[in-house]
């Protein structure tokens, strides 16, 4: 059972940090950026290439490529903002393993989730997150982490058909740019913290942009490994 529970939160806390954009959005623009993601040892292990279009100074739509070295695609994530952008409407295919999933949202206060062909239909509230809007609630609140304040909300995770209690909290500075602020994420559940991967993403101050990952990758291969890497962001 443990074994099971770390292989779900580390699938998931990757998915949450796939992507990142700038809030200071022009009216009607297209941003595109890059990651490099390493392991432990420093090797290439794929390239991250994203697109983010902006309509009315909002966020609209997202697409995220992730490329081997060899050039093949492993997976693609697809994302639309029809409302809050804590809550899109995304899928990703993951070329690898072989599955889809995704959410469908929303009307009122109904959505549907997927995985591997299931489909299930689910009740939500203001409060809760799903996909990329992790980002873009961190980005929100990026203030509130810095002053101390613990943020707390429900993900809505699509394998599990449930969504889940997690907080992010401040890690504090990078010790060599204090511009740069370092943000944990954590499931709020001290067992699961327990045996869950250390999730770290790093921010700018300034411009709110995601700088740096490091924690689980979102490219479970076909056994249902996940590596851990280092990603840094370009603009």
Not at 61 to 83: C, H, M, Q, T, W
Not at 131 to 145: D, K, M, P, S
Not at 147 to 162: H, R, T, V, W
């Amino acid at each position: 059972m443990i074994l099971q529970n770390r292989r779900f939160l580390r699938a998931f806390l990757a998915l949450i940090l796939l992507s990142a954009g700038v809030t200071q959005a022009d009216s009607s623009r297209v941003e595109r950026y890059e990651g490099i993601a390493r392991d432990k040892t420093g090797t290439l292990v794929y390239r991250e290439k994203h697109e983010v279009e902006y309509r009315d100074g909002r966020v609209w739509k997202a697409v995220s490529r992730y490329i081997a070295p060899d050039g093949r695609e492993l997976a693609l994530l697809e994302s639309e903002f029809p409302g809050t952008v804590s809550l899109p409407k995304y899928r990703f295919q993951n070329r690898v393993a072989s599955y889809e999933e995704g959410v469908d949202c929303c009307s009122g206060n109904q959505l549907e989730v997927y995985h591997r062909g299931k489909r299930q239909k689910m009740t939500f509230n203001s409060g809760w997150v799903s996909g990329q809007g992790f980002h873009y609630l961190a980005q929100e609140r990026l203030g509130q982490v810095e002053d101390g304040k613990k943020q707390e909300f429900k993900f809505l995770i699509p394998s599990k058909m449930a969504a889940y209690d997690f907080r992010i909290r401040s890690g504090g500075h990078d010790p060599k740019n204090p511009k740069l602020a370092r943000i944990l994420l954590e499931i709020d559940q001290w067992f699961f913290r327990l045996f869950a991967p250390k999730i770290i993403a790093t921010y700018d101050l300034d411009t709110r942009r995601l700088m740096a990952y490091e924690g689980p990758s979102n490219i479970e291969d076909e056994k249902g490994n996940v590596p851990v890497v280092r990603i840094e962001y370009t603009y």
